[in-house]
């Protein structure tokens, strides 16, 4: 599982217009909250569907969407922790700029991941190779056990292929993926240990 984005923030099928208008269905429920005594300043992660009359919302959440957050981390110019004082009413409003780069985002997960995953998997990741070849390493449900990095139940690691295409950097992506090195678990299990690190 993952999820791209284009080098001008948009998908292949969406036009500028019709993100706008998503856009604008997110500013509506902010604007409402704020009418209604409950003022929101936050990450905001809009859900939306195109379909043939525009786009419709799905869902609402605060905060930010996995794994589409990877793509717009990665490609945030501006000062992550500026953003959040600002959000947080403790700074200036920033000027927030993107590198105009494609990402396509690509998880490493554990065997019978959506069904009966099993934990366990010893993971080894030369980050150094990943980012050489134009990708960033997100770490999810790992942890450490005996000095050695190993898989929970749920998505392990992901991989942001930057590019000036989505096709490159989906090539890109592929290319980081290589690097990640999994080992069967001694004794297979469907239950582990909860994350001890978790980066989205």
């Known amino acids: 599982m993952g999820s791209y984005s284009d080098a001008d923030g948009l998908l292949p ?32 992660y ?22 589409e957050a990877m793509n717009v981390l990665t490609s945030l110019e501006t000062s992550f922790s500026d953003i959040i004082k600002w959000e947080a009413g403790k700074g ?19 065997e019978g991941y959506g069904v009966s995953p099993v934990a ?10 990943i980012n050489k070849v134009g990708a960033v390493v997100y770490y999810g449900s790992v942890y450490k056990n005996d000095g050695k990095l190993v898989t929970g139940t749920s998505r392990a690691v992901g991989i942001v292929g930057v590019g000036d295409t989505i096709a490159e950097a989906e090539e ?29």
């Open 13 to 44: 099928f969406v036009t500028a217009e019709e993100r706008q208008k998503a856009i604008d269905i997110d500013l509506a429920i902010v604007r409402a909250l704020d009418k209604e005594g409950c003022p929101y300043r936050g990450v905001m």
């Open 46 to 67: 809009g859900q939306f569907m195109l379909t043939k009359d525009g786009p419709k919302i799905i869902e609402i959440n605060a905060r930010f969407g996995d794994p």
């Open 92 to 110: 200036p409003r920033p000027d927030v700029r993107f590198a105009p780069k494609a990402t396509v985002v690509k998880y490493v997960v554990p």
């Open 120 to 129: 366990g998997h010893t993971i080894a990741i030369d980050t150094d190779a």
């Open 172 to 200: 890109n992506c592929e290319a980081g993926l290589k690097y990640i090195k999994c080992e069967a678990p001694s004794s297979a299990t469907t239950s582990g240990p909860r994350p001890s690190y978790r980066s989205a």
